[in-house]
């Protein structure tokens, strides 16, 4: 039973453009969501995180969306530059464990 | 954050041998997690490890096959035994701060 769910596997945009990456989860009981980024042969990198009694936060050229009553999130990347290209994992916490989406890879073109 | 030192990043190893992943932290961390990232799937918890106890497994997960020791704060090991093919995936260690986890590097696991 996958709490966390990444729709799309990979995503490619232009440069200068925003990059917007969505996530959905099915757990009421979660009570922060981050966003990580994860290059090859690199372990995951902390991006940002919401926390559950918020709607947005935002730092720098990026911006956490929290839906709750749909049980939704996103993240937006504006302007995207080719640097972004990675893979994307969000994550919810409930309680001090972790549950990750699949991950979608995000390919920025110059 | 703290940082977490994994390895070895990547081995090619036999079917039925094992191999013993370790993790260091620079700085000391209660809890400790393995989690096994097979292609194109999520990251999936195998099992958190504090100091001084056993560890606690996840569902479709067993001691026999994934020992894990923790002697002290800034220390684990997994070690994936009596490996098959089906073992071949990354496996990576975190711990958590605040309300951030973080990662060692992974490594890459190949059995043939």
């Known amino acids: 039973d996958q709490q966390v769910k990444q729709n799309s596997p990979s995503l490619s945009v232009q440069e200068g453009r925003i990059s917007i990456l969505n996530c959905d989860y099915t757990?009421?009981?979660?009570?922060?969501f981050l966003w990580y980024k994860k290059y090859p042969a690199e372990g995951p990198t902390f991006l940002i995180s919401i926390s559950s009694i918020k709607d947005k936060n935002e730092d720098g050229r990026f911006t956490v969306f929290l839906n709750k009553s749909a049980k939704h999130l996103s993240l937006h990347i504006v302007p995207s530059q080719p640097g972004d290209s990675a893979v994307y994992f969000c994550?919810?916490?409930?309680?001090?464990?972790?549950?990750f989406g699949s991950g979608t890879k995000l390919n920025v073109k110059p | 954050s703290a940082v977490i030192s994994q390895k070895p990043s990547r081995d090619i190893c036999q079917r039925g041998t094992s191999l013993t992943i370790q993790c260091q932290v620079d700085?000391?961390?209660?809890?400790m997690f393995w989690y096994r990232q097979q292609p194109g799937q999520s990251l999936t918890l195998i099992a958190t490890?504090?100091?001084?106890?056993?560890?606690?497994?996840e569902s479709g997960f067993v001691i026999d096959k994934f020992p894990i020791s923790r002697p002290n704060l800034t220390f684990s090991t997994l070690t994936v035994s009596n490996m098959s093919p089906e073992d071949s995936s990354i496996y990576l260690c975190s711990s958590t701060q605040g309300t951030e986890a973080f990662f060692g590097q992974g490594t890459r696991l190949t059995v043939v």
């Open positions: 757990n009421s009981m979660f009570d922060y």
């Open positions: 700085s000391q961390v209660t809890m």
């Open positions: 490890a504090n100091q001084g106890s056993e560890a606690t497994y």
């Open positions: 994550a919810a916490r409930n309680f001090n464990k972790f549950y």
